[in-house]
């Protein structure tokens, strides 16, 4: 009987570790992926966003920081993919035709950020942005120009990118939202554009 009894309060103790470990590591249990949890801490605590060099499909240089007082739409992208970076494209494309006029460039501004600076030269910015309508003006396509900031900038925004057998890359995608005061502060699905517009509206 007492063995009987220490093999069920080491199975209640082993249960109640493991529900704690859980519960940490999900946060809370409401995070069961890294994606969750990377848009759970973001709408905590937004995060602070490197100081990078970026070179646009025009040869123009700027930063994130220069947009202080408007809200950045962020993509991460690389110009020869043809999976999700379509997506990321067409969603994109469709937050740049809905959004007023008057918001466009003056208060909300997209940006296309590529994580394949190397080959990714004003070029094959160019033939991005033509592909799919970005403007040079309020909707931007960019490459970090300094080796070490694309790995601040994939850091920052929380977002994994591995070369795969094909030349080409895997990486999550998502809209990155920064807000005025220039941090990250929301992360949102690529295929919740109704959601997102709607949310940048109403902030207005």
């Not at 966003?49 to 220069?66: F, I, M, Y």
């Not at 970005?134 to 790995?151: F, H, I, M, N, Q």
Request: glycine share 6%; net charge neutral; hydrophobic share 45%.
């Amino acid at each position: 009987m007492k063995i009987v009894r220490r093999d069920l309060f080491a199975t209640l103790v082993v249960a109640v570790l493991g529900t704690a470990t859980l519960a940490w590591g999900s946060d809370g249990f409401s995070a069961f992926t890294a994606e969750t949890a990377r848009r759970q801490q973001v709408l905590r605590a937004p995060r602070a966003l490197p100081t990078a060099v970026l070179e646009d499909q025009d040869g123009r240089r700027l930063t994130l920081q220069d947009f202080a007082g408007k809200r950045v739409v962020v993509e991460f992208i690389y110009t020869r993919c043809d999976s999700v970076c379509l997506t990321l494209g067409t969603a994109f494309r469709q937050i740049h035709q809905r959004l007023p006029e008057a918001a466009r460039d003056s208060d909300i501004v997209l940006l296309s950020i590529s994580f394949d600076p190397q080959r990714d030269d004003p070029a094959a910015l160019r033939s991005y942005a033509g592909r799919f309508g970005a403007d040079g003006e309020s909707w931007r396509v960019v490459r970090p120009l300094a080796s070490d900031d694309l790995p601040a900038l994939l850091a920052a925004f929380g977002v994994v990118v591995i070369p795969n057998a094909l030349g080409g890359f895997e990486h999550n995608a998502a809209l990155h939202l920064v807000g005025r005061d220039g941090r990250l502060s929301e992360i949102r699905d690529l295929a919740a554009v109704d959601a997102f517009l709607a949310d940048l509206e109403a902030r207005t």
